[in-house]
């Protein structure tokens, strides 16, 4: 089912450097359902849908989605100023 959620929280991770000329820097990501998945204690899996350049700076998505607890789930992405707290997105949300 689609859902939307919210950026809760934002902090930074490590700088990683790949070779000698490339210096990455990402950013934890927390994000809180404004639906009712993940209240149930039901195991329930989140993908992130939209803003479609959201989905762009995951560096490594899990493919059945991110683990769903309590109506949280957290992702890291490569920095950019447009993930601020308070930020929209749409996620679909599978429980079994």
Request: aromatic share 6%; glycine share 10%; proline share 6%.
């Amino acid at each position: 089912m689609e859902e939307k959620a919210v950026v809760s929280t934002v902090g930074p991770l490590p700088r990683r450097s790949v070779g000698e000329s490339l210096d990455l820097e990402f950013v934890h990501v927390g994000f809180r359902s404004l639906g009712t998945a993940g209240d149930g204690g039901k195991a329930c899996k989140a993908v992130i849908k939209e803003p479609a350049w959201l989905c762009t700076l995951q560096p490594s998505a899990p493919l059945d989605g991110y683990l769903l607890e309590a109506g949280k789930f957290s992702a890291s992405f490569a920095k950019d100023d447009r993930i601020t707290p308070g930020l929209q997105v749409t996620i679909v949300v599978t429980c079994s």
